[in-house]
């Protein structure tokens, strides 16, 4: 019998002038970039926090800390890989992800296929069980105002 196990991710950063845009493994060209510690990709982070969520290995704050400078300015496609290892050292495989980024600008869509190839290579996944939606915030809050990115993931994982 396998063990099914869901997590839930979820990450937000500021978008300021003067910082790439990472999202999704991918850097995107735009004015405004994600402000972090890290690279800011709020899509790997809410990954690996739904990754680490669903095999009860706490979140992606306690294994890479914002304080710990072995992690600034790190790319997130490593946190993602160190986060994958973790989950498989369990026992677990990834079935798939399911995800959302939210933010006005700019246009995501046209960046979902190298995302979903470049975070399949990092996962060891077929690029397929991983989607990847873009929605807008309406011109509501600090998203609507272009102030902030949001991602949202869910994440399946089982052990045979």
């Not at 997590?7 to 300021?16: I, Y």
């Not at 709020?42 to 095999?55: E, F, K, S």
């Not at 050292?89 to 979902?112: F, Q, V």
Request: contains cysteine; hydrophobic residues 40%; aromatic residues 6%.
């Amino acid at each position: 019998m396998k063990s099914i196990r869901i997590g839930f991710g979820f990450d937000t950063h500021q978008l300021v002038e003067g910082r790439e845009l990472w999202l999704g493994g991918i850097k995107i060209e735009h004015h405004k970039g994600a402000l972090g510690h890290s690279d800011a990709d709020v899509l790997i982070h809410a990954i690996c926090d739904a990754l680490l969520g669903a095999a009860n290995l706490r979140d992606i704050g306690f294994h890479f800390s914002n304080t710990d400078d072995r992690w600034k300015g790190i790319d997130s496609k490593i946190l993602l890989l160190e986060s994958c290892k973790l989950i498989y050292e369990k026992g677990y495989k990834i079935s798939n992800i399911d995800s959302t980024l939210c933010l006005e600008a700019p246009k995501i869509n046209p960046h979902i296929t190298k995302m979903q190839t470049t975070l399949a290579d990092c996962m060891q996944i077929n690029s397929n069980d991983i989607s990847i939606k873009a929605t807008t915030n309406e011109h509501l809050g600090y998203v609507g105002r272009q102030e902030g990115v949001n991602a949202y993931a869910t994440a399946l994982i089982y052990m045979s």
